[in-house]
């Protein structure tokens, strides 16, 4: 960031910005409905966008005038404050408030940054400027070796960030936000697509819980082996950057595993609980931050696990990818079964417990040409998405180099 166009400055953040924190709202707070919402850090998607429908929290209407400091108005910008240190997705991601007409009150953990020299900083243009990986990197060193990263005030204001004259700020948000637009229409097709999938469904064999069409049902334990895998130790450099391709939670996110983030060596396989597993097997998550429990995806490679996936086995009884979709529809059932204290888990015993519809294969093949017909219309959505996605990078290292 050494060479900046001329006009271009590079300040910290506290030279513009200020910061304040929420209220630790406590659960005995909440009611079951109102137009009052505590807005979370779980309201902050870790793609900058701000999602007010998300596991919603109600709060007395009357806490808008008692906590009045702490109610957010549209257009402001919140900040996620912590997260976990393995699987950071939302630290420092900030994002622009969208009220919906609602009354929204700022929780503990979440910060609202207050412009200081508003005549030097155009709001949208900061939600992007801090969404950067360089940003996200900076944030990652507070972690101090814990699981579980706690920014406070002075470590968010202290990040460095480009700033350009106002008009620049505003064209560069602008090209942004088009680009970010584009990414968003297309993630909307691959989301209506996936609805699309769960009505063929519904419509030939159901509801799972109903079972109005009378199908036989099965645990899950009765119908195929069901095993895990395992972490190798990281503290022997044999193990990893192998080519054995090694799954963990995070992409057990509902669609064929063609590659992994990770690879480990033979090594690690023959000195671990890691197995290699075959195409077609179902992985599903056993925990996992936010959405990621219950979470299901297939095997489209031979491939190890972590031990947060539990995986089931393929079976001549079933077609993977109708067990597959079942399970899909029947995400929240699956997370609802999850035990534990301070965070719940899902474990083999209660995926092995876990009841499914088995109707005739004939029809099971049926569905699962259906299916792969959706998956192939899914699978040029998400090129077309990859591309965008490269679009949106390119033009975000362009634009914070004056380059647009």
């Given at each position: 960031m050494s060479n900046l166009p001329k006009k271009w400055n590079l300040l910290a953040l506290n030279q513009i910005c200020d910061l304040q924190n929420g209220y630790a709202f406590k659960s005995s707070d909440y009611v079951n409905i109102s137009s009052t919402l505590n807005c979370r850090m779980s309201n902050i998607r870790p793609n900058g966008v701000f999602d007010?429908?998300?596991?919603?929290?109600?709060?007395?209407?009357?806490?808008?005038?008692?906590?009045?400091?702490?109610?957010?108005?549209?257009?402001?910008?919140?900040?996620?404050?912590?997260?976990?240190?393995?699987?950071?997705?939302?630290?420092?991601?900030?994002?622009?408030?969208?009220?919906?007409?609602?009354?929204?009150?700022?929780?503990?953990?979440?910060?609202?940054?207050?412009?200081?020299?508003?005549?030097?900083?155009?709001?949208?243009?900061?939600?992007?400027?801090?969404?950067?990986?360089?940003?996200k990197k900076y944030f990652l060193k507070f972690a101090g070796g814990g699981l579980q990263i706690n920014l406070c005030k002075d470590d968010i204001l202290s990040v460095t960030i480009p700033l350009p004259p106002l008009e620049e700020q505003k064209k560069i948000a602008e090209i942004l936000d088009q680009a970010e637009e584009l990414r968003r229409k297309r993630k909307e097709a691959i989301a209506l697509l996936n609805t699309l999938t769960q009505s063929i469904f519904i419509e030939m064999f159901g509801?799972?819980?109903?079972?109005?069409?009378?199908?036989?049902?099965?645990?899950?334990?009765?119908?195929?082996?069901?095993?895990?895998?395992?972490?190798?130790?990281?503290?022997?450099?044999?193990?990893?950057?192998?080519?054995?391709?090694?799954?963990?939670?995070?992409?057990?996110?509902?669609?064929?595993?063609?590659?992994?983030?990770e690879k480990i060596t033979e090594t690690a396989l023959q000195n671990s609980?890691?197995?290699?597993?075959?195409?077609?097997?179902?992985?599903?998550?056993?925990?996992?931050?936010?959405?990621?429990?219950?979470?299901?995806?297939?095997?489209?490679?031979?491939?190890?696990?972590?031990?947060?996936?539990?995986?089931?086995?393929?079976?001549?009884?079933?077609?993977?990818?109708f067990l597959f979709a079942q399970l899909l529809i029947s995400y929240s059932r699956l997370r609802a079964m999850a035990r534990?204290?301070?965070?719940?888990?899902?474990?083999?015993?209660?995926?092995?417990?876990?009841?499914?519809?088995?109707?005739?294969?004939s029809l099971q093949k049926e569905f699962a040409q259906r299916f792969e017909a959706v998956e192939e219309l899914k699978k040029s959505h998400r090129a077309s998405l990859s591309e965008l996605d490269a679009l949106f990078a390119s033009l975000q290292h362009r634009a914070f180099r004056g380059e647009l």
């Open positions: 007010l429908e998300h596991n919603q929290k109600f709060l007395p209407d009357s806490y808008t005038e008692k906590y009045k400091q702490y109610l957010l108005k549209d257009g402001d910008v919140i900040i996620a404050m912590t997260d976990m240190a393995t699987e950071a997705k939302i630290l420092g991601v900030p994002t622009i408030v969208k009220t919906q007409g609602k009354n929204l009150l700022l929780n503990q953990r979440v910060g609202k940054l207050i412009i200081k020299k508003p005549e030097l900083i155009y709001f949208p243009y900061l939600k992007y400027v801090l969404n950067r990986e360089q940003v509801d799972p819980v109903k079972n109005l069409k009378s199908f036989p049902i099965f645990r899950l334990g009765d119908l195929t082996k069901i095993s895990s895998g395992s972490t190798p130790s990281r503290k022997n450099s044999e193990n990893f950057n192998g080519n054995i391709p090694w799954v963990k939670t995070t992409e057990v996110n509902e669609r064929l595993i063609t590659d992994t983030e609980s890691c197995h290699l597993y075959p195409v077609g097997s179902i992985l599903i998550a056993l925990y996992g931050q936010g959405k990621t429990r219950g979470q299901c995806a297939v095997l489209g490679i031979e491939a190890a696990t972590n031990q947060a996936c539990g995986v089931l086995l393929p079976n001549p009884k079933y077609e993977t990818n534990g204290g301070n965070q719940e888990n899902l474990n083999l015993g209660l995926i092995a417990d876990f009841t499914v519809l088995l109707p005739p294969l």
